[in-house]
């Protein structure tokens, strides 16, 4: 059975690095270079990461205003999704 992941939104991301390099992005969220590059990788190449608590928390911290689920969302299998799913009104 296939577990949930957290997924970036790249087209988010990148709005949000703006003009910065990804060096200095990197920088600016405490996580390293390749780190970056392998979370902006699509999840079918195999060099891909999917983000961390590390990156999640210092993209949070870096821009305390934006929300989780404006940056990140769940990506997996429909049959978990649906088991564990709760309907919002």
């Given at each position: 059975m296939n577990k949930p992941v957290v997924r970036v939104n790249i087209e988010v991301l990148e709005k949000?690095?703006?003009?910065l390099t990804d060096a200095q992005f990197s920088r600016k969220i405490g996580?390293?270079?390749s780190t970056l590059y392998r979370i902006k990788l699509?999840?079918?190449?195999g060099r891909y990461s999917a983000p961390g608590e590390t990156f999640i928390?210092?993209?949070?911290n870096a821009f305390p205003?934006?929300?989780?689920e404006h940056i990140f969302f769940l990506d997996c299998?429909?049959?978990?999704c649906k088991k564990n799913q709760k309907e919002i009104p």
């Open positions: 949000l690095q703006g003009k996580v390293s270079q699509p999840p079918t190449d928390a210092g993209v949070l205003k934006k929300r989780f299998n429909l049959q978990v």
